[in-house]
């Protein structure tokens, strides 16, 4: 069998912003054989992550843990999709898997243990596209972030930054079915009432409103932060640090405002960290793939009672990868930012 | 009773470096009354410490847990006296204590439970200085730090910042008995010498000699860093977390470099510590408070094996405590820095 398939590539390494002159979309012939052992899948959505960005540079830390990502080819990317060809027992042709597929339209893999990819139940009645958020990576982020690496107990507070994000959009509510008091940031005053009336955070500001972070999240924490959920980096990991409580705990999953910048770091208060005793733990969501069933098997419990929200931002098309990749950074995206294809 | 006592104080708040013009000796005499509830010791050694550099300040975050000091009064410290009189049961005449003293020749305190003070068994056979260093906080410190918050595994690579300091002489020879390779860095030739040929370090070097910090430790770890225990903080520390390696733990329990100068801080790279999964943890002694006599044990068991050396650094005199203090910020102290006072 053979699809024409189109992918959306980078021209070159992007190393600031990047801009959608920085894309391509490349067409190619995928030819499939029943002898081959692989499967066909035609995309149905992909996922659009900021962490992409640390993948396009020619240099990053990055690259200890996910393959950079090479100019002309295949972008690798969470995605849903439909079995359309299979040589392979665990697979049939109409089966719906979740994995690890790539910014095209047509994906070709061959199963191994080692890799991320899992049938949809079709049953369960969600929508697909919450296998790429709220009961994918984005959610496994959050969860095992949440429970895992900050440990929350009852009375505790939290602050969550991009809080309108994918991750941290559910990381608020997972604190408000803690039992904790959360506070969220985010960057336009449409975001902070979505915060506010839909997805139940105690409080919300809008950070660009706000001259002194410290100052905002003294008043908005007058007795201290206890547990602070990192998206962002820079200054505000500083104001963060500076009004946490003894013993508090910062799990850093992503620094977006350092992704596009590598100049504007953060630059930490080591007193704070050694006098609060402040444990600040870097993680992301694969450090937790052996408890993926258990941590989406509950989020979609909570999904199902209405107790989660999920906010996505859909774009259409493989054409609009660029953009809505790009608008990631501008803080343009309201939730769950993903593209359907088909 | 009536004694004259002479104390060391801060004429003003410190902020920069310190200077012996800083400080003054005072003098008060000292009432003792059989019904006062007290306890009278003649100070025999204080400690000398970084830390306190920071309870001198206006500002810092370390008032978050240890007392501001008070320009004019007594300054807290670790020490060890003889009671030579005593208004409760628990300690008499002619016992030995070693806890929270003073920077001066005559304390007075009275019991509470709540308080670092405990009785020292003379007959261990033990230098009573040792109270001050291995069998005190420092090694509170360095042992609690390094099994509880680095928690080392056999074969891991370990690497002291201030190695031949207080804390950090103690952390290579535990990291070395823990079955871990181990290197360490010092300001001096002689102090790199006296961490390989005396203390069993695996290697050390001279960061002084160090153009690229970071190229240093890609060189003496070229598998890279599994623990870093902190002592030093800026760009030690960034060096250090470009060259971890994934699950690295920094334990932060000083950052001398910064105590003198607010504006040199590390600026770590956040994505170094999301990609790798790196925890930072603050601490400090007291944290370990509760563990104090099994710790003090162990170690006293290494060190009755010569397994473990004990490396001091001694003034004479309260005149010299000062003096003492300075050396610490000039890298000019060798092992626990103390003042003998009797």
């Known amino acids: 069998m053979e699809v024409e398939n189109r992918y959306v590539a980078v021209r070159h390494h992007v190393e600031g912003s990047p801009s959608v002159d920085d894309f391509e979309v490349k067409a190619e012939t995928v030819r499939w054989t029943p002898e081959s052992g692989e499967v066909l899948v035609r995309n149905m959505y992909v996922s659009i992550d900021p962490y992409q960005l640390n993948r396009m540079k020619r240099q990053s830390a990055s690259h200890h843990s996910v393959d950079v990502i090479v100019p002309g080819e295949r972008i690798a990317s969470y995605g849903v999709g439909e079995v359309v060809a299979s040589a392979c027992e665990e697979y049939k042709e109409g089966d719906?898997?979740?994995?690890?597929?790539?910014w095209e339209e047509h994906s070709v893999f061959r199963p191994e243990t080692s890799m991320l990819m899992s049938k949809v139940d079709a049953s369960s009645g969600f929508p697909?596209?919450?296998?790429?958020?709220?009961?994918?990576?984005?959610?496994?982020t959050a969860y095992g972030g949440f429970y895992e690496v900050c440990k929350p107990k009852v009375g505790e507070t939290v602050f969550v930054s991009a809080a309108s994000g994918s991750v941290g959009s559910l990381v608020g509510q997972f604190a408000k079915l803690a039992g904790c008091r959360v506070v969220g940031c985010a960057g336009t005053q449409a975001k902070v009432d979505l915060l506010k009336d839909k997805l139940g955070f105690d409080d919300a500001f809008n950070y660009r409103e706000e001259p002194d972070l410290k100052a905002a999240l003294k008043r908005h924490f007058p007795d201290g932060i206890d547990i602070y959920f990192e998206n962002v980096g820079g200054e505000m990991l500083e104001a963060a640090l500076a009004n946490m409580n003894t013993?508090?705990?910062?799990?850093v999953c992503g620094v977006i405002a350092e992704y596009t910048d590598p100049g504007r770091r953060a630059v930490p208060d080591l007193l704070e960290v050694i006098y609060k005793r402040i444990t600040l733990?870097?993680?992301?969501?694969?450090?937790?793939?052996?408890?993926f069933h258990e941590f989406t098997a509950i989020i979609g419990g909570w999904i199902e009672e209405g107790k989660v929200h999920v906010i996505e931002d859909v774009s259409d098309r493989l054409e609009s990868v660029p953009s809505a990749f790009v608008a990631l950074y501008r803080g343009q995206n309201v939730g769950k930012?993903?593209?359907k294809l088909a």
Request: glycine share 16%; no cysteine.
């Open 337 to 339: 930012k993903l593209v």
């Open 96 to 102: 719906v898997v979740a994995g690890m597929l790539a």
């Open 281 to 291: 733990r870097g993680f992301f969501a694969w450090d937790f793939i052996t408890k």
């Open 247 to 251: 013993y508090g705990r910062v799990a």
């Open 128 to 140: 697909l596209s919450y296998q790429l958020g709220a009961l994918g990576t984005s959610g496994m």
